[in-house]
């Protein structure tokens, strides 16, 4: 996927003049976090189970080699096979291989966030595959030709009249005048549409939330059973997972299931949680007769041992973003690539390139909730720091910020300057602003007073009030 | 040097040293219940995720449960039923109104009837394994899932699931173990939920007290 993600300042302020953006992005203040408030009070274990989660990711990193080698035995030994790729380009030309392979016309996809980081989907396009998305937020839009915009609601960002209107414009064969008013009617609308391509597609592409070492399986979760449907009903099934899917045994899956759709939904469990093991075994009535999974890399091993490493841990379940004050003015779109949010703010720059992506590390307040609600506990405002100081080191930033920056740390790091800095600042601004108490326009500082006004300060500094105390 | 040792090698270079493995965290409380509580946990938690329930007696009341369900929800009186003999071997001639047939599905069966593996009562969730016995596609393609579970098969939590496959299938999985929480569903048209995406729009779970 082609990044925008260093044109982040103007996305930003697209998006927050997007009249139909703002209106679906009022769904994610609210009810992503109650639900998941609801979730977390009906299980008195969830804290401990948070820093269960962290532990075991962290343990599975420190042996992340033998569980890979481990879990590829175990796919071979049950029938699948296993494609190592390090970068996109590999995992593009194994996937459309093995559909050339397969003489395939039409591929569905469940959701699969590599597959967006590799761009899967123009690559089957080019070659006259055609790729057929399946969850319902995926599939609309892929209509309307856009990148997701949330890791789990990928088209949270569009609204119903907006379906409404995609839907009538695509599906032309239908009865115009058809009554679409209603949510369902769109839903129905699109199941009945997906259904027959379901069952004629050649090849499935699903991702894959974990992969289990000791018993070689993929798994996915989903809610509506799109996933299984392009896994079964194909002759060929392809699982595209990125290395750090990886976990020892099915009880540790179990212990990420635990956490994963309470941080995400809010559910106790999403309504479809599945474990493939190979092709479909003699006597089965159903099922796909080749398995294959692709492990893709692109530049995830590289973190290991940097103080990146953590954000591997990421189970992907969208809770930061749900929380996030700036993903809830802003939505997906603005942060130019595939991940959004505040994991968005540090993988784009581990996977892209931070001479990519260094307006993303900016576009975060530090508040914290992000790492107060992450599941695996990624202590995602720290890695913010570590992109952001990457980025003054390389000069990856305009000539004014860095000297605004510089002149602030030659201050802030002598004490005595600072104070007297402090002292002239307050008293000449308390001065100017003592007749209306703000200022709505100050030099230097247009970026804060274009949209609020700077309070004049009164009285004296801190210091100096705290020294008259003592 | 093949991608499979060029990302190896790299992960060998940067790894820490083998942290211990630290377990797979607590067991929840809520699951570890038996008997009469476990199925009243089973029960609350499949209805609170939109599944509803009946319980029978005994399997000879399962085709008469069945054909109250459908005609309860105006649905068509027709069952696919599962090549499963807990299913085919139940007494399907009580109902003469019901059309049966036995065997896997195409998507025009708009009514499937299945056994299952095993249900956990933690989460409400059924356990569906794969095989002969148990077509998987079965559990997405109709409109209407209804699945048999004895209670003698629930479980309180999930460790206590893994034992239980690891007992009847030792080392080799299934080739499909699904875990089924109430019916399909979207929440993608404005977060609002929606039953129905691409799975079953229904999910009824038929308790059976003794097999
Ligand atoms: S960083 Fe944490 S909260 Fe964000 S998507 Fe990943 S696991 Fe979820």
């Known amino acids: ?470 | 040097m093949s991608a499979r040792d060029e990302i190896l090698n790299r992960i060998r270079a940067g790894r820490a040293g083998p942290k211990p493995y630290p377990g797979s965290g607590p067991v929840p409380q809520r699951g570890q219940v038996g008997g009469e509580e476990r199925k009243a946990l089973f029960t609350r938690m499949a209805v609170q995720a939109a599944a509803t329930v009946d319980r029978a007696s005994s399997r000879a009341d399962v085709p008469s449960l069945v054909k109250n369900y459908l005609s309860q929800h105006n649905l068509p009186a027709e069952a696919r039923l599962a090549p499963d003999p807990r299913i085919t071997e139940l007494d399907w001639a009580s109902q003469p109104l019901l059309n049966t047939s036995i065997g896997g599905t195409d998507g025009s069966h708009p009514v499937s009837v299945t056994g299952a593996f095993a249900g956990i009562a933690e989460t409400g969730t059924l356990a569906l394994t794969s095989g002969a016995s148990s077509p998987t596609l079965l559990n997405f393609l109709p409109e209407t899932h209804i699945a048999v579970v004895d209670a003698k098969d629930l479980t309180g939590t999930y460790e206590e699931l893994w034992e239980r496959l690891k007992a009847q299938y030792g080392e080799v999985m299934p080739r499909t173990l699904n875990l089924v929480t109430g019916p399909s569903r979207s929440g993608d048209i404005e977060q609002t939920i929606l039953m129905g995406a691409h799975g079953p729009k229904r999910l009824h779970i038929i308790l059976v007290d003794e097999p």
């Open chain 1, 1 to 470: 996927m082609q990044s925008t993600s260093h044109l982040f300042k103007d996305n930003a302020a697209r998006a927050l003049n997007d009249a139909h953006l703002q209106q679906a992005l009022t769904h994610v203040r609210t009810k992503f976090i109650t639900k998941r408030q609801d979730a977390m009070d009906a299980l008195p274990e969830f804290d401990a189970l948070r820093d269960a989660a962290r532990d075991l990711k962290n343990h599975v990193l420190s042996r992340l080699d033998e569980y890979l080698v481990e879990f590829e035995g175990n796919v071979v030994k049950n029938g699948g096979r296993v494609h190592w790729c390090a970068t996109p380009a590999d995992a593009r030309k194994t996937i459309l291989d093995i559909c050339r392979t397969a003489g395939a016309k039409t591929v569905t996809k469940g959701k699969t966030m590599v597959g967006e980081e590799i761009g899967i989907n123009d690559h089957l396009a080019a070659n006259g595959i055609e790729p057929i998305e399946t969850d319902l937020g995926e599939y609309i839009i892929q209509l309307r030709n856009e990148p997701p915009s949330h890791i789990i609601a990928p088209s949270v960002h569009v609204t119903r009249d907006q379906v409404e209107a995609t839907f009538r414009k695509i599906h032309t064969d239908l009865d115009p005048n058809r009554n679409l008013t209603e949510p369902s009617s769109l839903l129905h609308e699109a199941r009945v549409k997906l259904r027959g391509r379901f069952l004629v597609a050649d090849v499935g592409i699903t991702g894959a939330n974990f992969l289990i070492a000791n018993t070689g399986s993929t798994t996915i979760v989903t809610n509506e059973g799109n996933g299984d449907l392009t896994q079964t009903l194909p002759r060929i099934h392809i699982v595209l997972a990125g290395i750090e899917k990886i976990v020892p045994s099915l009880q540790d899956a179990g212990l990420l299931l635990r956490v994963l759709a309470r941080s995400a939904t809010g559910q106790e469990m999403s309504a479809y949680t599945t474990f493939s093991t190979g092709p479909r075994r003699p006597g089965d009535v159903d099922g796909p007769d080749e398995f294959h999974v692709v492990l893709v890399d692109n530049g995830r091993s590289k973190l290991l041992g940097t103080e990146f490493e953590e954000m591997l841990r990421c189970i992907r379940c969208g809770a930061c973003l749900n929380h996030c004050p700036i993903y809830h003015n802003v939505g997906g779109h603005a942060y130019g690539w595939v991940y959004a949010g505040p994991i968005g703010a540090i993988t784009t720059p581990a996977l892209i390139g931070i001479e990519h992506a260094s307006p993303l590390p900016e576009a975060s307040s530090l508040c914290g909730r992000c790492e107060q609600v992450c599941p695996v506990r990624i202590p995602i405002p720290k890695m913010l720091r570590h992109w952001r100081e990457e980025a003054f080191e390389r000069r990856l930033h305009g000539n004014r910020a860095r000297w605004a920056l510089k002149a602030w740390a030659a201050l802030a790091t002598r004490p005595a300057l600072y104070r007297l800095a402090m002292r002239v600042g307050v008293g000449v601004l308390g001065m100017l602003g003592s007749r209306r108490g703000r200022f709505s326009s100050l030099p230097l500082a247009e970026a804060w007073t274009r949209h609020r006004d700077l309070p004049a300060p009164q009285g004296r500094t801190f210091m100096a009030m705290y020294r008259g105390k003592k």
